[in-house]
Nanobody, 122 residues
Framework: QVLLVESGGRPVQAGAPLRRSCTAIGQPLSNSGMGWFRQRRQFVASINYN????TYEDSVKGRFTISRDNARNTVYLQMTSLKPEDTGVYYC???????????????????WGQGTQVTVSS
């Protein structure tokens, strides 16, 4: 089991950038595919274990970028051109069973961060 600790959630104005971080404690993150979800079920973005495969939900393509630094045991979600409809509780999640994939379905992910609120005001 992987303990995931998130940071970077805060209120922002529409159009502003925001970077979210998710750090794994106690187990190498390089063993897992990683995803970001809004409200735990709405897929946002995912990345496989080595960062060579990424998947994005259509509404965030071109605005959000998922990346990872396995040496730091951390996955990032760079959010730009934020919109009020991006508001929600964002969770990072780890898929340790199929790390080579970047699934967009929350059922593939077995460990979850605590979730942090992102509020985008117009």
């Amino acid at each position: 089991q992987v303990l995931l600790v998130e940071s970077g959630g805060r209120p922002v104005q529409a159009g502003a950038p925001l970077r979210r971080s998710c750090t794994a404690i106690g187990q190498p993150l390089s063993n897992s595919g990683m995803g970001w979800f809004r409200q735990r079920r709405q897929f946002v973005a995912s990345i496989n274990y080595n960062g060579r495969l990424t998947t994005y939900e259509d509404s965030v393509k071109g605005r959000f970028t998922i990346s990872r630094d396995n040496a730091r045991n951390t996955v990032y979600l760079q959010m730009t051109s934020l919109k009020p409809e991006d508001t929600g509780v964002y969770y990072c999640a780890a898929d340790s069973l199929t790390p080579y994939a970047a699934y967009n379905d929350s059922s593939w992910y077995d460990d979850w961060g605590q979730g942090t609120q992102v509020t985008v005001s117009s």
